[in-house]
T-cell receptor
Framework: DVKVTQSSRYLVKRTGEKVFLECVQD?????MFWYRQDPGLGLRLIYF???????EKGDIPEGYSVSREKKERFSLILESASTNQTSMYLC??????????????FGPGTRLLVL | EDQVTQSPEALRLQEGESSSLNCSYT??????LFWYRQDPGKGPEFLFTLYSAGEEKEKERLKATLTKKESFLHITAPKPEDSATYLCAVQALRDQGGKLIFGQGTELSVKP
């Protein structure tokens, strides 16, 4: 079974803090993704990575950065947390394309509250 | 613009009352359509992938079908444990990176 884990289920941070969200997958997947999920807005892609040290902006990258130093680990960084970044953050991973149809597998999510 | 629309937003059923959820999509070349189930406070759980029109997949009380414009998730004789939000997502052929475009989801409630 594919397993995607996230470092925290719940986090409470203060405005202006630097926040790190960690995601680890154990299936040797090339692709990794960070989404945020908000009521009425659905899942929105923040950043994704298709290889170590590679990253691509998603639909809402402003205020976020990412790091992928190892294949199994993908970190989301909130440089200076703001209250509008209060959300559920979801990490996902999938195998590389090349004729194969990828399925994204999700972690359990991190619910972040910024005060 | 690629887009996914799910209907209804919410659906309440009695146990045993069969129904269908709809996912309409517009995408410039479909690579795959995905169905997920999400329980409150948890990450989405993968259910099905459909690749081409006419394809069908089944899992227990769930059956997913695909046409060129929409997908249906049929729920036969649902049970209270089927209560969840069901998400539909599409992946475009041009997108080599595996990016998914999600619908807003249908919140299903099954009462005993």
């Amino acid at each position: 079974d594919v397993k995607v884990t996230q470092s925290s289920r719940y986090l409470v941070k203060r405005t202006g803090e630097k926040v790190f969200l960690e995601c680890v997958q154990d299936m040797d997947h090339e692709n990794m993704f960070w989404y945020r999920q908000d009521p009425g807005l659905g899942l929105r892609l923040i950043y994704f990575s298709y290889d170590v040290k590679m990253k691509e902006k998603g639909d809402i990258p402003e205020g976020y950065s990412v790091s992928r130093e190892k294949k199994e680990r993908f970190s989301l960084i909130l440089e200076s947390a703001s209250t509008n970044q209060t959300s559920m953050y979801l990490c996902a991973s999938s195998i590389l394309a090349g004729g194969r149809k990828e399925t994204q597998y999700f972690g359990p999510g991190t619910r972040l509250l910024v005060l | 613009e690629d887009q996914v629309t799910q209907s209804p937003e919410a659906l309440r059923l009695q146990e045993g009352e069969s129904s269908s959820l709809n996912c309409s999509y517009t995408v410039s070349g479909l690579r795959g359509l995905f169905w997920y189930r999400q329980d409150p406070g948890k990450g989405p759980e993968f259910l099905f992938t459909l690749y081409s029109a006419g394809e069908e997949k089944e899992k227990e009380r769930l059956k997913a079908t695909l046409t060129k414009k929409e997908s249906f998730l049929h729920i036969t004789a649902p049970k209270p444990e089927d209560s969840a939000t069901y998400l539909c997502a599409v992946q475009a052929l041009r997108d080599q990176g595996g990016k998914l475009i999600f619908g807003q989801g249908t919140e299903l409630s099954v009462k005993p």
